[in-house]
């Protein structure tokens, strides 16, 4: 058994996910669990103070919990308040299972019909004039449309649906979404346009009533975000997760086809697979290729989901984030985050030592200073050299020891990277180590964070090593069994050098600050 999605609605964890049996979706009640100082318990703090169990009841009756010891200053509570997170891994203890196969990834792109402007997805003022979906399994696309289309002269296997107008189209839709919700949906820029359209459409047609019916829940929420100052609308269709490709993008392709000129889906397709959308230019609008060439339109329509389709066979951004997230045991959706994933793992890999995490202060800290940056000597230079450290962030913090538990409250006030540069005689107390901003670390105790760290990454040189392997057995007989074991090593790798570059932010904003 494995989950594609948990949410949770009240005292219920919403669960979907798939047996041997096949897809599930389920309603479960939880009671998670606390830790609080017990001289007899068997689990401790991360400073060494005995723990025992402790299960309130429902979330509902945890929240008061937590209320009512809030303000206790000799009675702490431990223990993560994510409960979704404490939920999968209470159901799943080990490595989690799953069946890349099996998960129901569906590909989406709307045409609108809109002749004066932008389509706003928060107005959805027109009318939606085709839709097409594909599920990764099988090479079918199904497109709804309310003009004469012709799926034989069309270079891909569809199944058209021809409706009589935007309503008739709408309802078809939704009729064959409810038969057949996915688990992941993506498409290129789908999470702010494709989705929002279409759940402000059905509202301004239907009603309120009818989006329910995109949800396996019967759920669906706002979700706006602000993206470079401009607030931009979004839903969760809860039980389903947004897997916007273009985010997936340029989160992990970054350091391996740079920055982009242009992510728009042409230049990104043209960058990435040398093809590019179908070319309308002797219409000069897409408005005016539908009303003269509908049967161009379609195929326009249908090629945009080809070429997303197309991109994650060709860079598998969305394998990647299953390894991430069923590494780490969150929902897919956090693996775009930092400190969610990160929260995940802590949890986990604390849990295995019997270790309770510590919960969250809500007060105001100080800010953490980031990576030091030194001025550049501006002109001309000879003798350049340009040095890359292997995995810099994860080695500073097993060198220097860095752990919410190791930290020394006292700080070196006049230590600075410029004097450190010097080499000055620094006199600093026994067993501890001092860092370039002048804090420091105990050294007499292995930090429970760098020995995850060091496992990490020591499995990661496995990791590589046997991909390496994997590479020259390929080489002799071309065998796919051997390049999808070269596939799935090259993800679990590459999920823990992004997990791992990623922690440093995570850890001093989540972890340091609780101490």
Known sequence: ??????????????FRGYDKRGPITKKVKFEPTFHIPNNDGDWKSLDGKPLAEIQPGTMRDCKEFLQKYEDVSNFKVYGSTNYIHQFISEVFPGTVKYDRTKINICTIDIEVGSEDGFPEPDQAKYEIITITIKNNNGNLYHTWGTGSFDSDKCSQNVVYRKCKDERDLLLDFIEYW?????????????????????VNRIRRVFGEEMILNLSPWRRVEVNN???AGREMVGYNIIGVTQLDYIDLFKKFTLNTLGQQESYKLDHIANVVLGEKKLDYSEYGSLHLLYKHDYQKFVEYNIKDVELVDKLEDNLGLIDLVLTMAYRSKCNLGETLGTVGIWDAILYNEFKKRKIAVPQKRSSIYNTIEGGYVKEPQVGMHE???SFDLNSLYPHLIMQYNMSPETIVNNIIPEVTVDKLLDMPEIDIPDNTCLTATGQLFRNDVNGIIPQIIQEYYDERVVIKEKMIDAKQRYEKNKSKAVEREISLLDNNQMAIKIAMNSFYGALANKYFRYF
């Open 383 to 385: 003798w350049v050299v």
């Open 225 to 227: 975000k602000t993206i």
């Open 178 to 198: 409810s038969d057949h919700i996915p688990d992941i949906l993506t498409g290129w820029y789908s999470e702010f346009f494709d989705v929002p359209y279409l």
């Open 1 to 14: 058994m494995f989950y594609t999605n948990v949410d949770r609605y009240g005292n219920s964890i919403l």
